[in-house]
Nanobody, 123 residues
């Protein structure tokens, strides 16, 4: 049974940091690319960062480049999203997904998604 479970969200002040985790079960991280998406109230879901299953290459949205870092731990079968210098506009529900590709255009039509974790950036 495939499951992706996000954790690590919460309330943080502007300029602060959070680390999100995406714990994967049912497949290993060399099978699917993993993408972090986010969706803010009233806005469309957008791709944030992804990591390739084959060579661990990464890709980021321009809005988070230089602030967010995606990484993976194969031993724990977990993908992380380190978020630094957080801004109020980063407030959203963050989802991880098993994606068919990692790169420009983002893979939105994915079979497996997590339930999401709320990130709120506010003073």
């Amino acid at each position: 049974q495939v499951q992706l479970v996000e954790s690590g969200g919460g309330l943080v002040q502007p300029g602060g940091s959070l680390r999100l985790s995406c714990a994967v079960s049912g497949f290993t991280l060399d099978v699917y690319d993993i993408t972090w998406f986010r969706q803010a109230p009233g806005k469309e879901r957008e791709g944030v960062a992804c990591i390739s299953a084959t060579d661990r290459s990464t890709y980021y949205a321009d809005s988070v480049k230089g602030r967010f870092t995606i990484s993976s731990d194969n031993a724990k079968n977990t993908v992380y999203l380190q978020m630094n210098s957080l801004k109020p506009e980063d407030t959203a529900v963050y989802y991880c997904a098993a994606a068919s590709f990692c790169g420009p255009g983002w893979s939105f039509e994915n079979d497996y998604w997590g339930q999401g974790t709320q990130v709120t950036v506010s003073s």
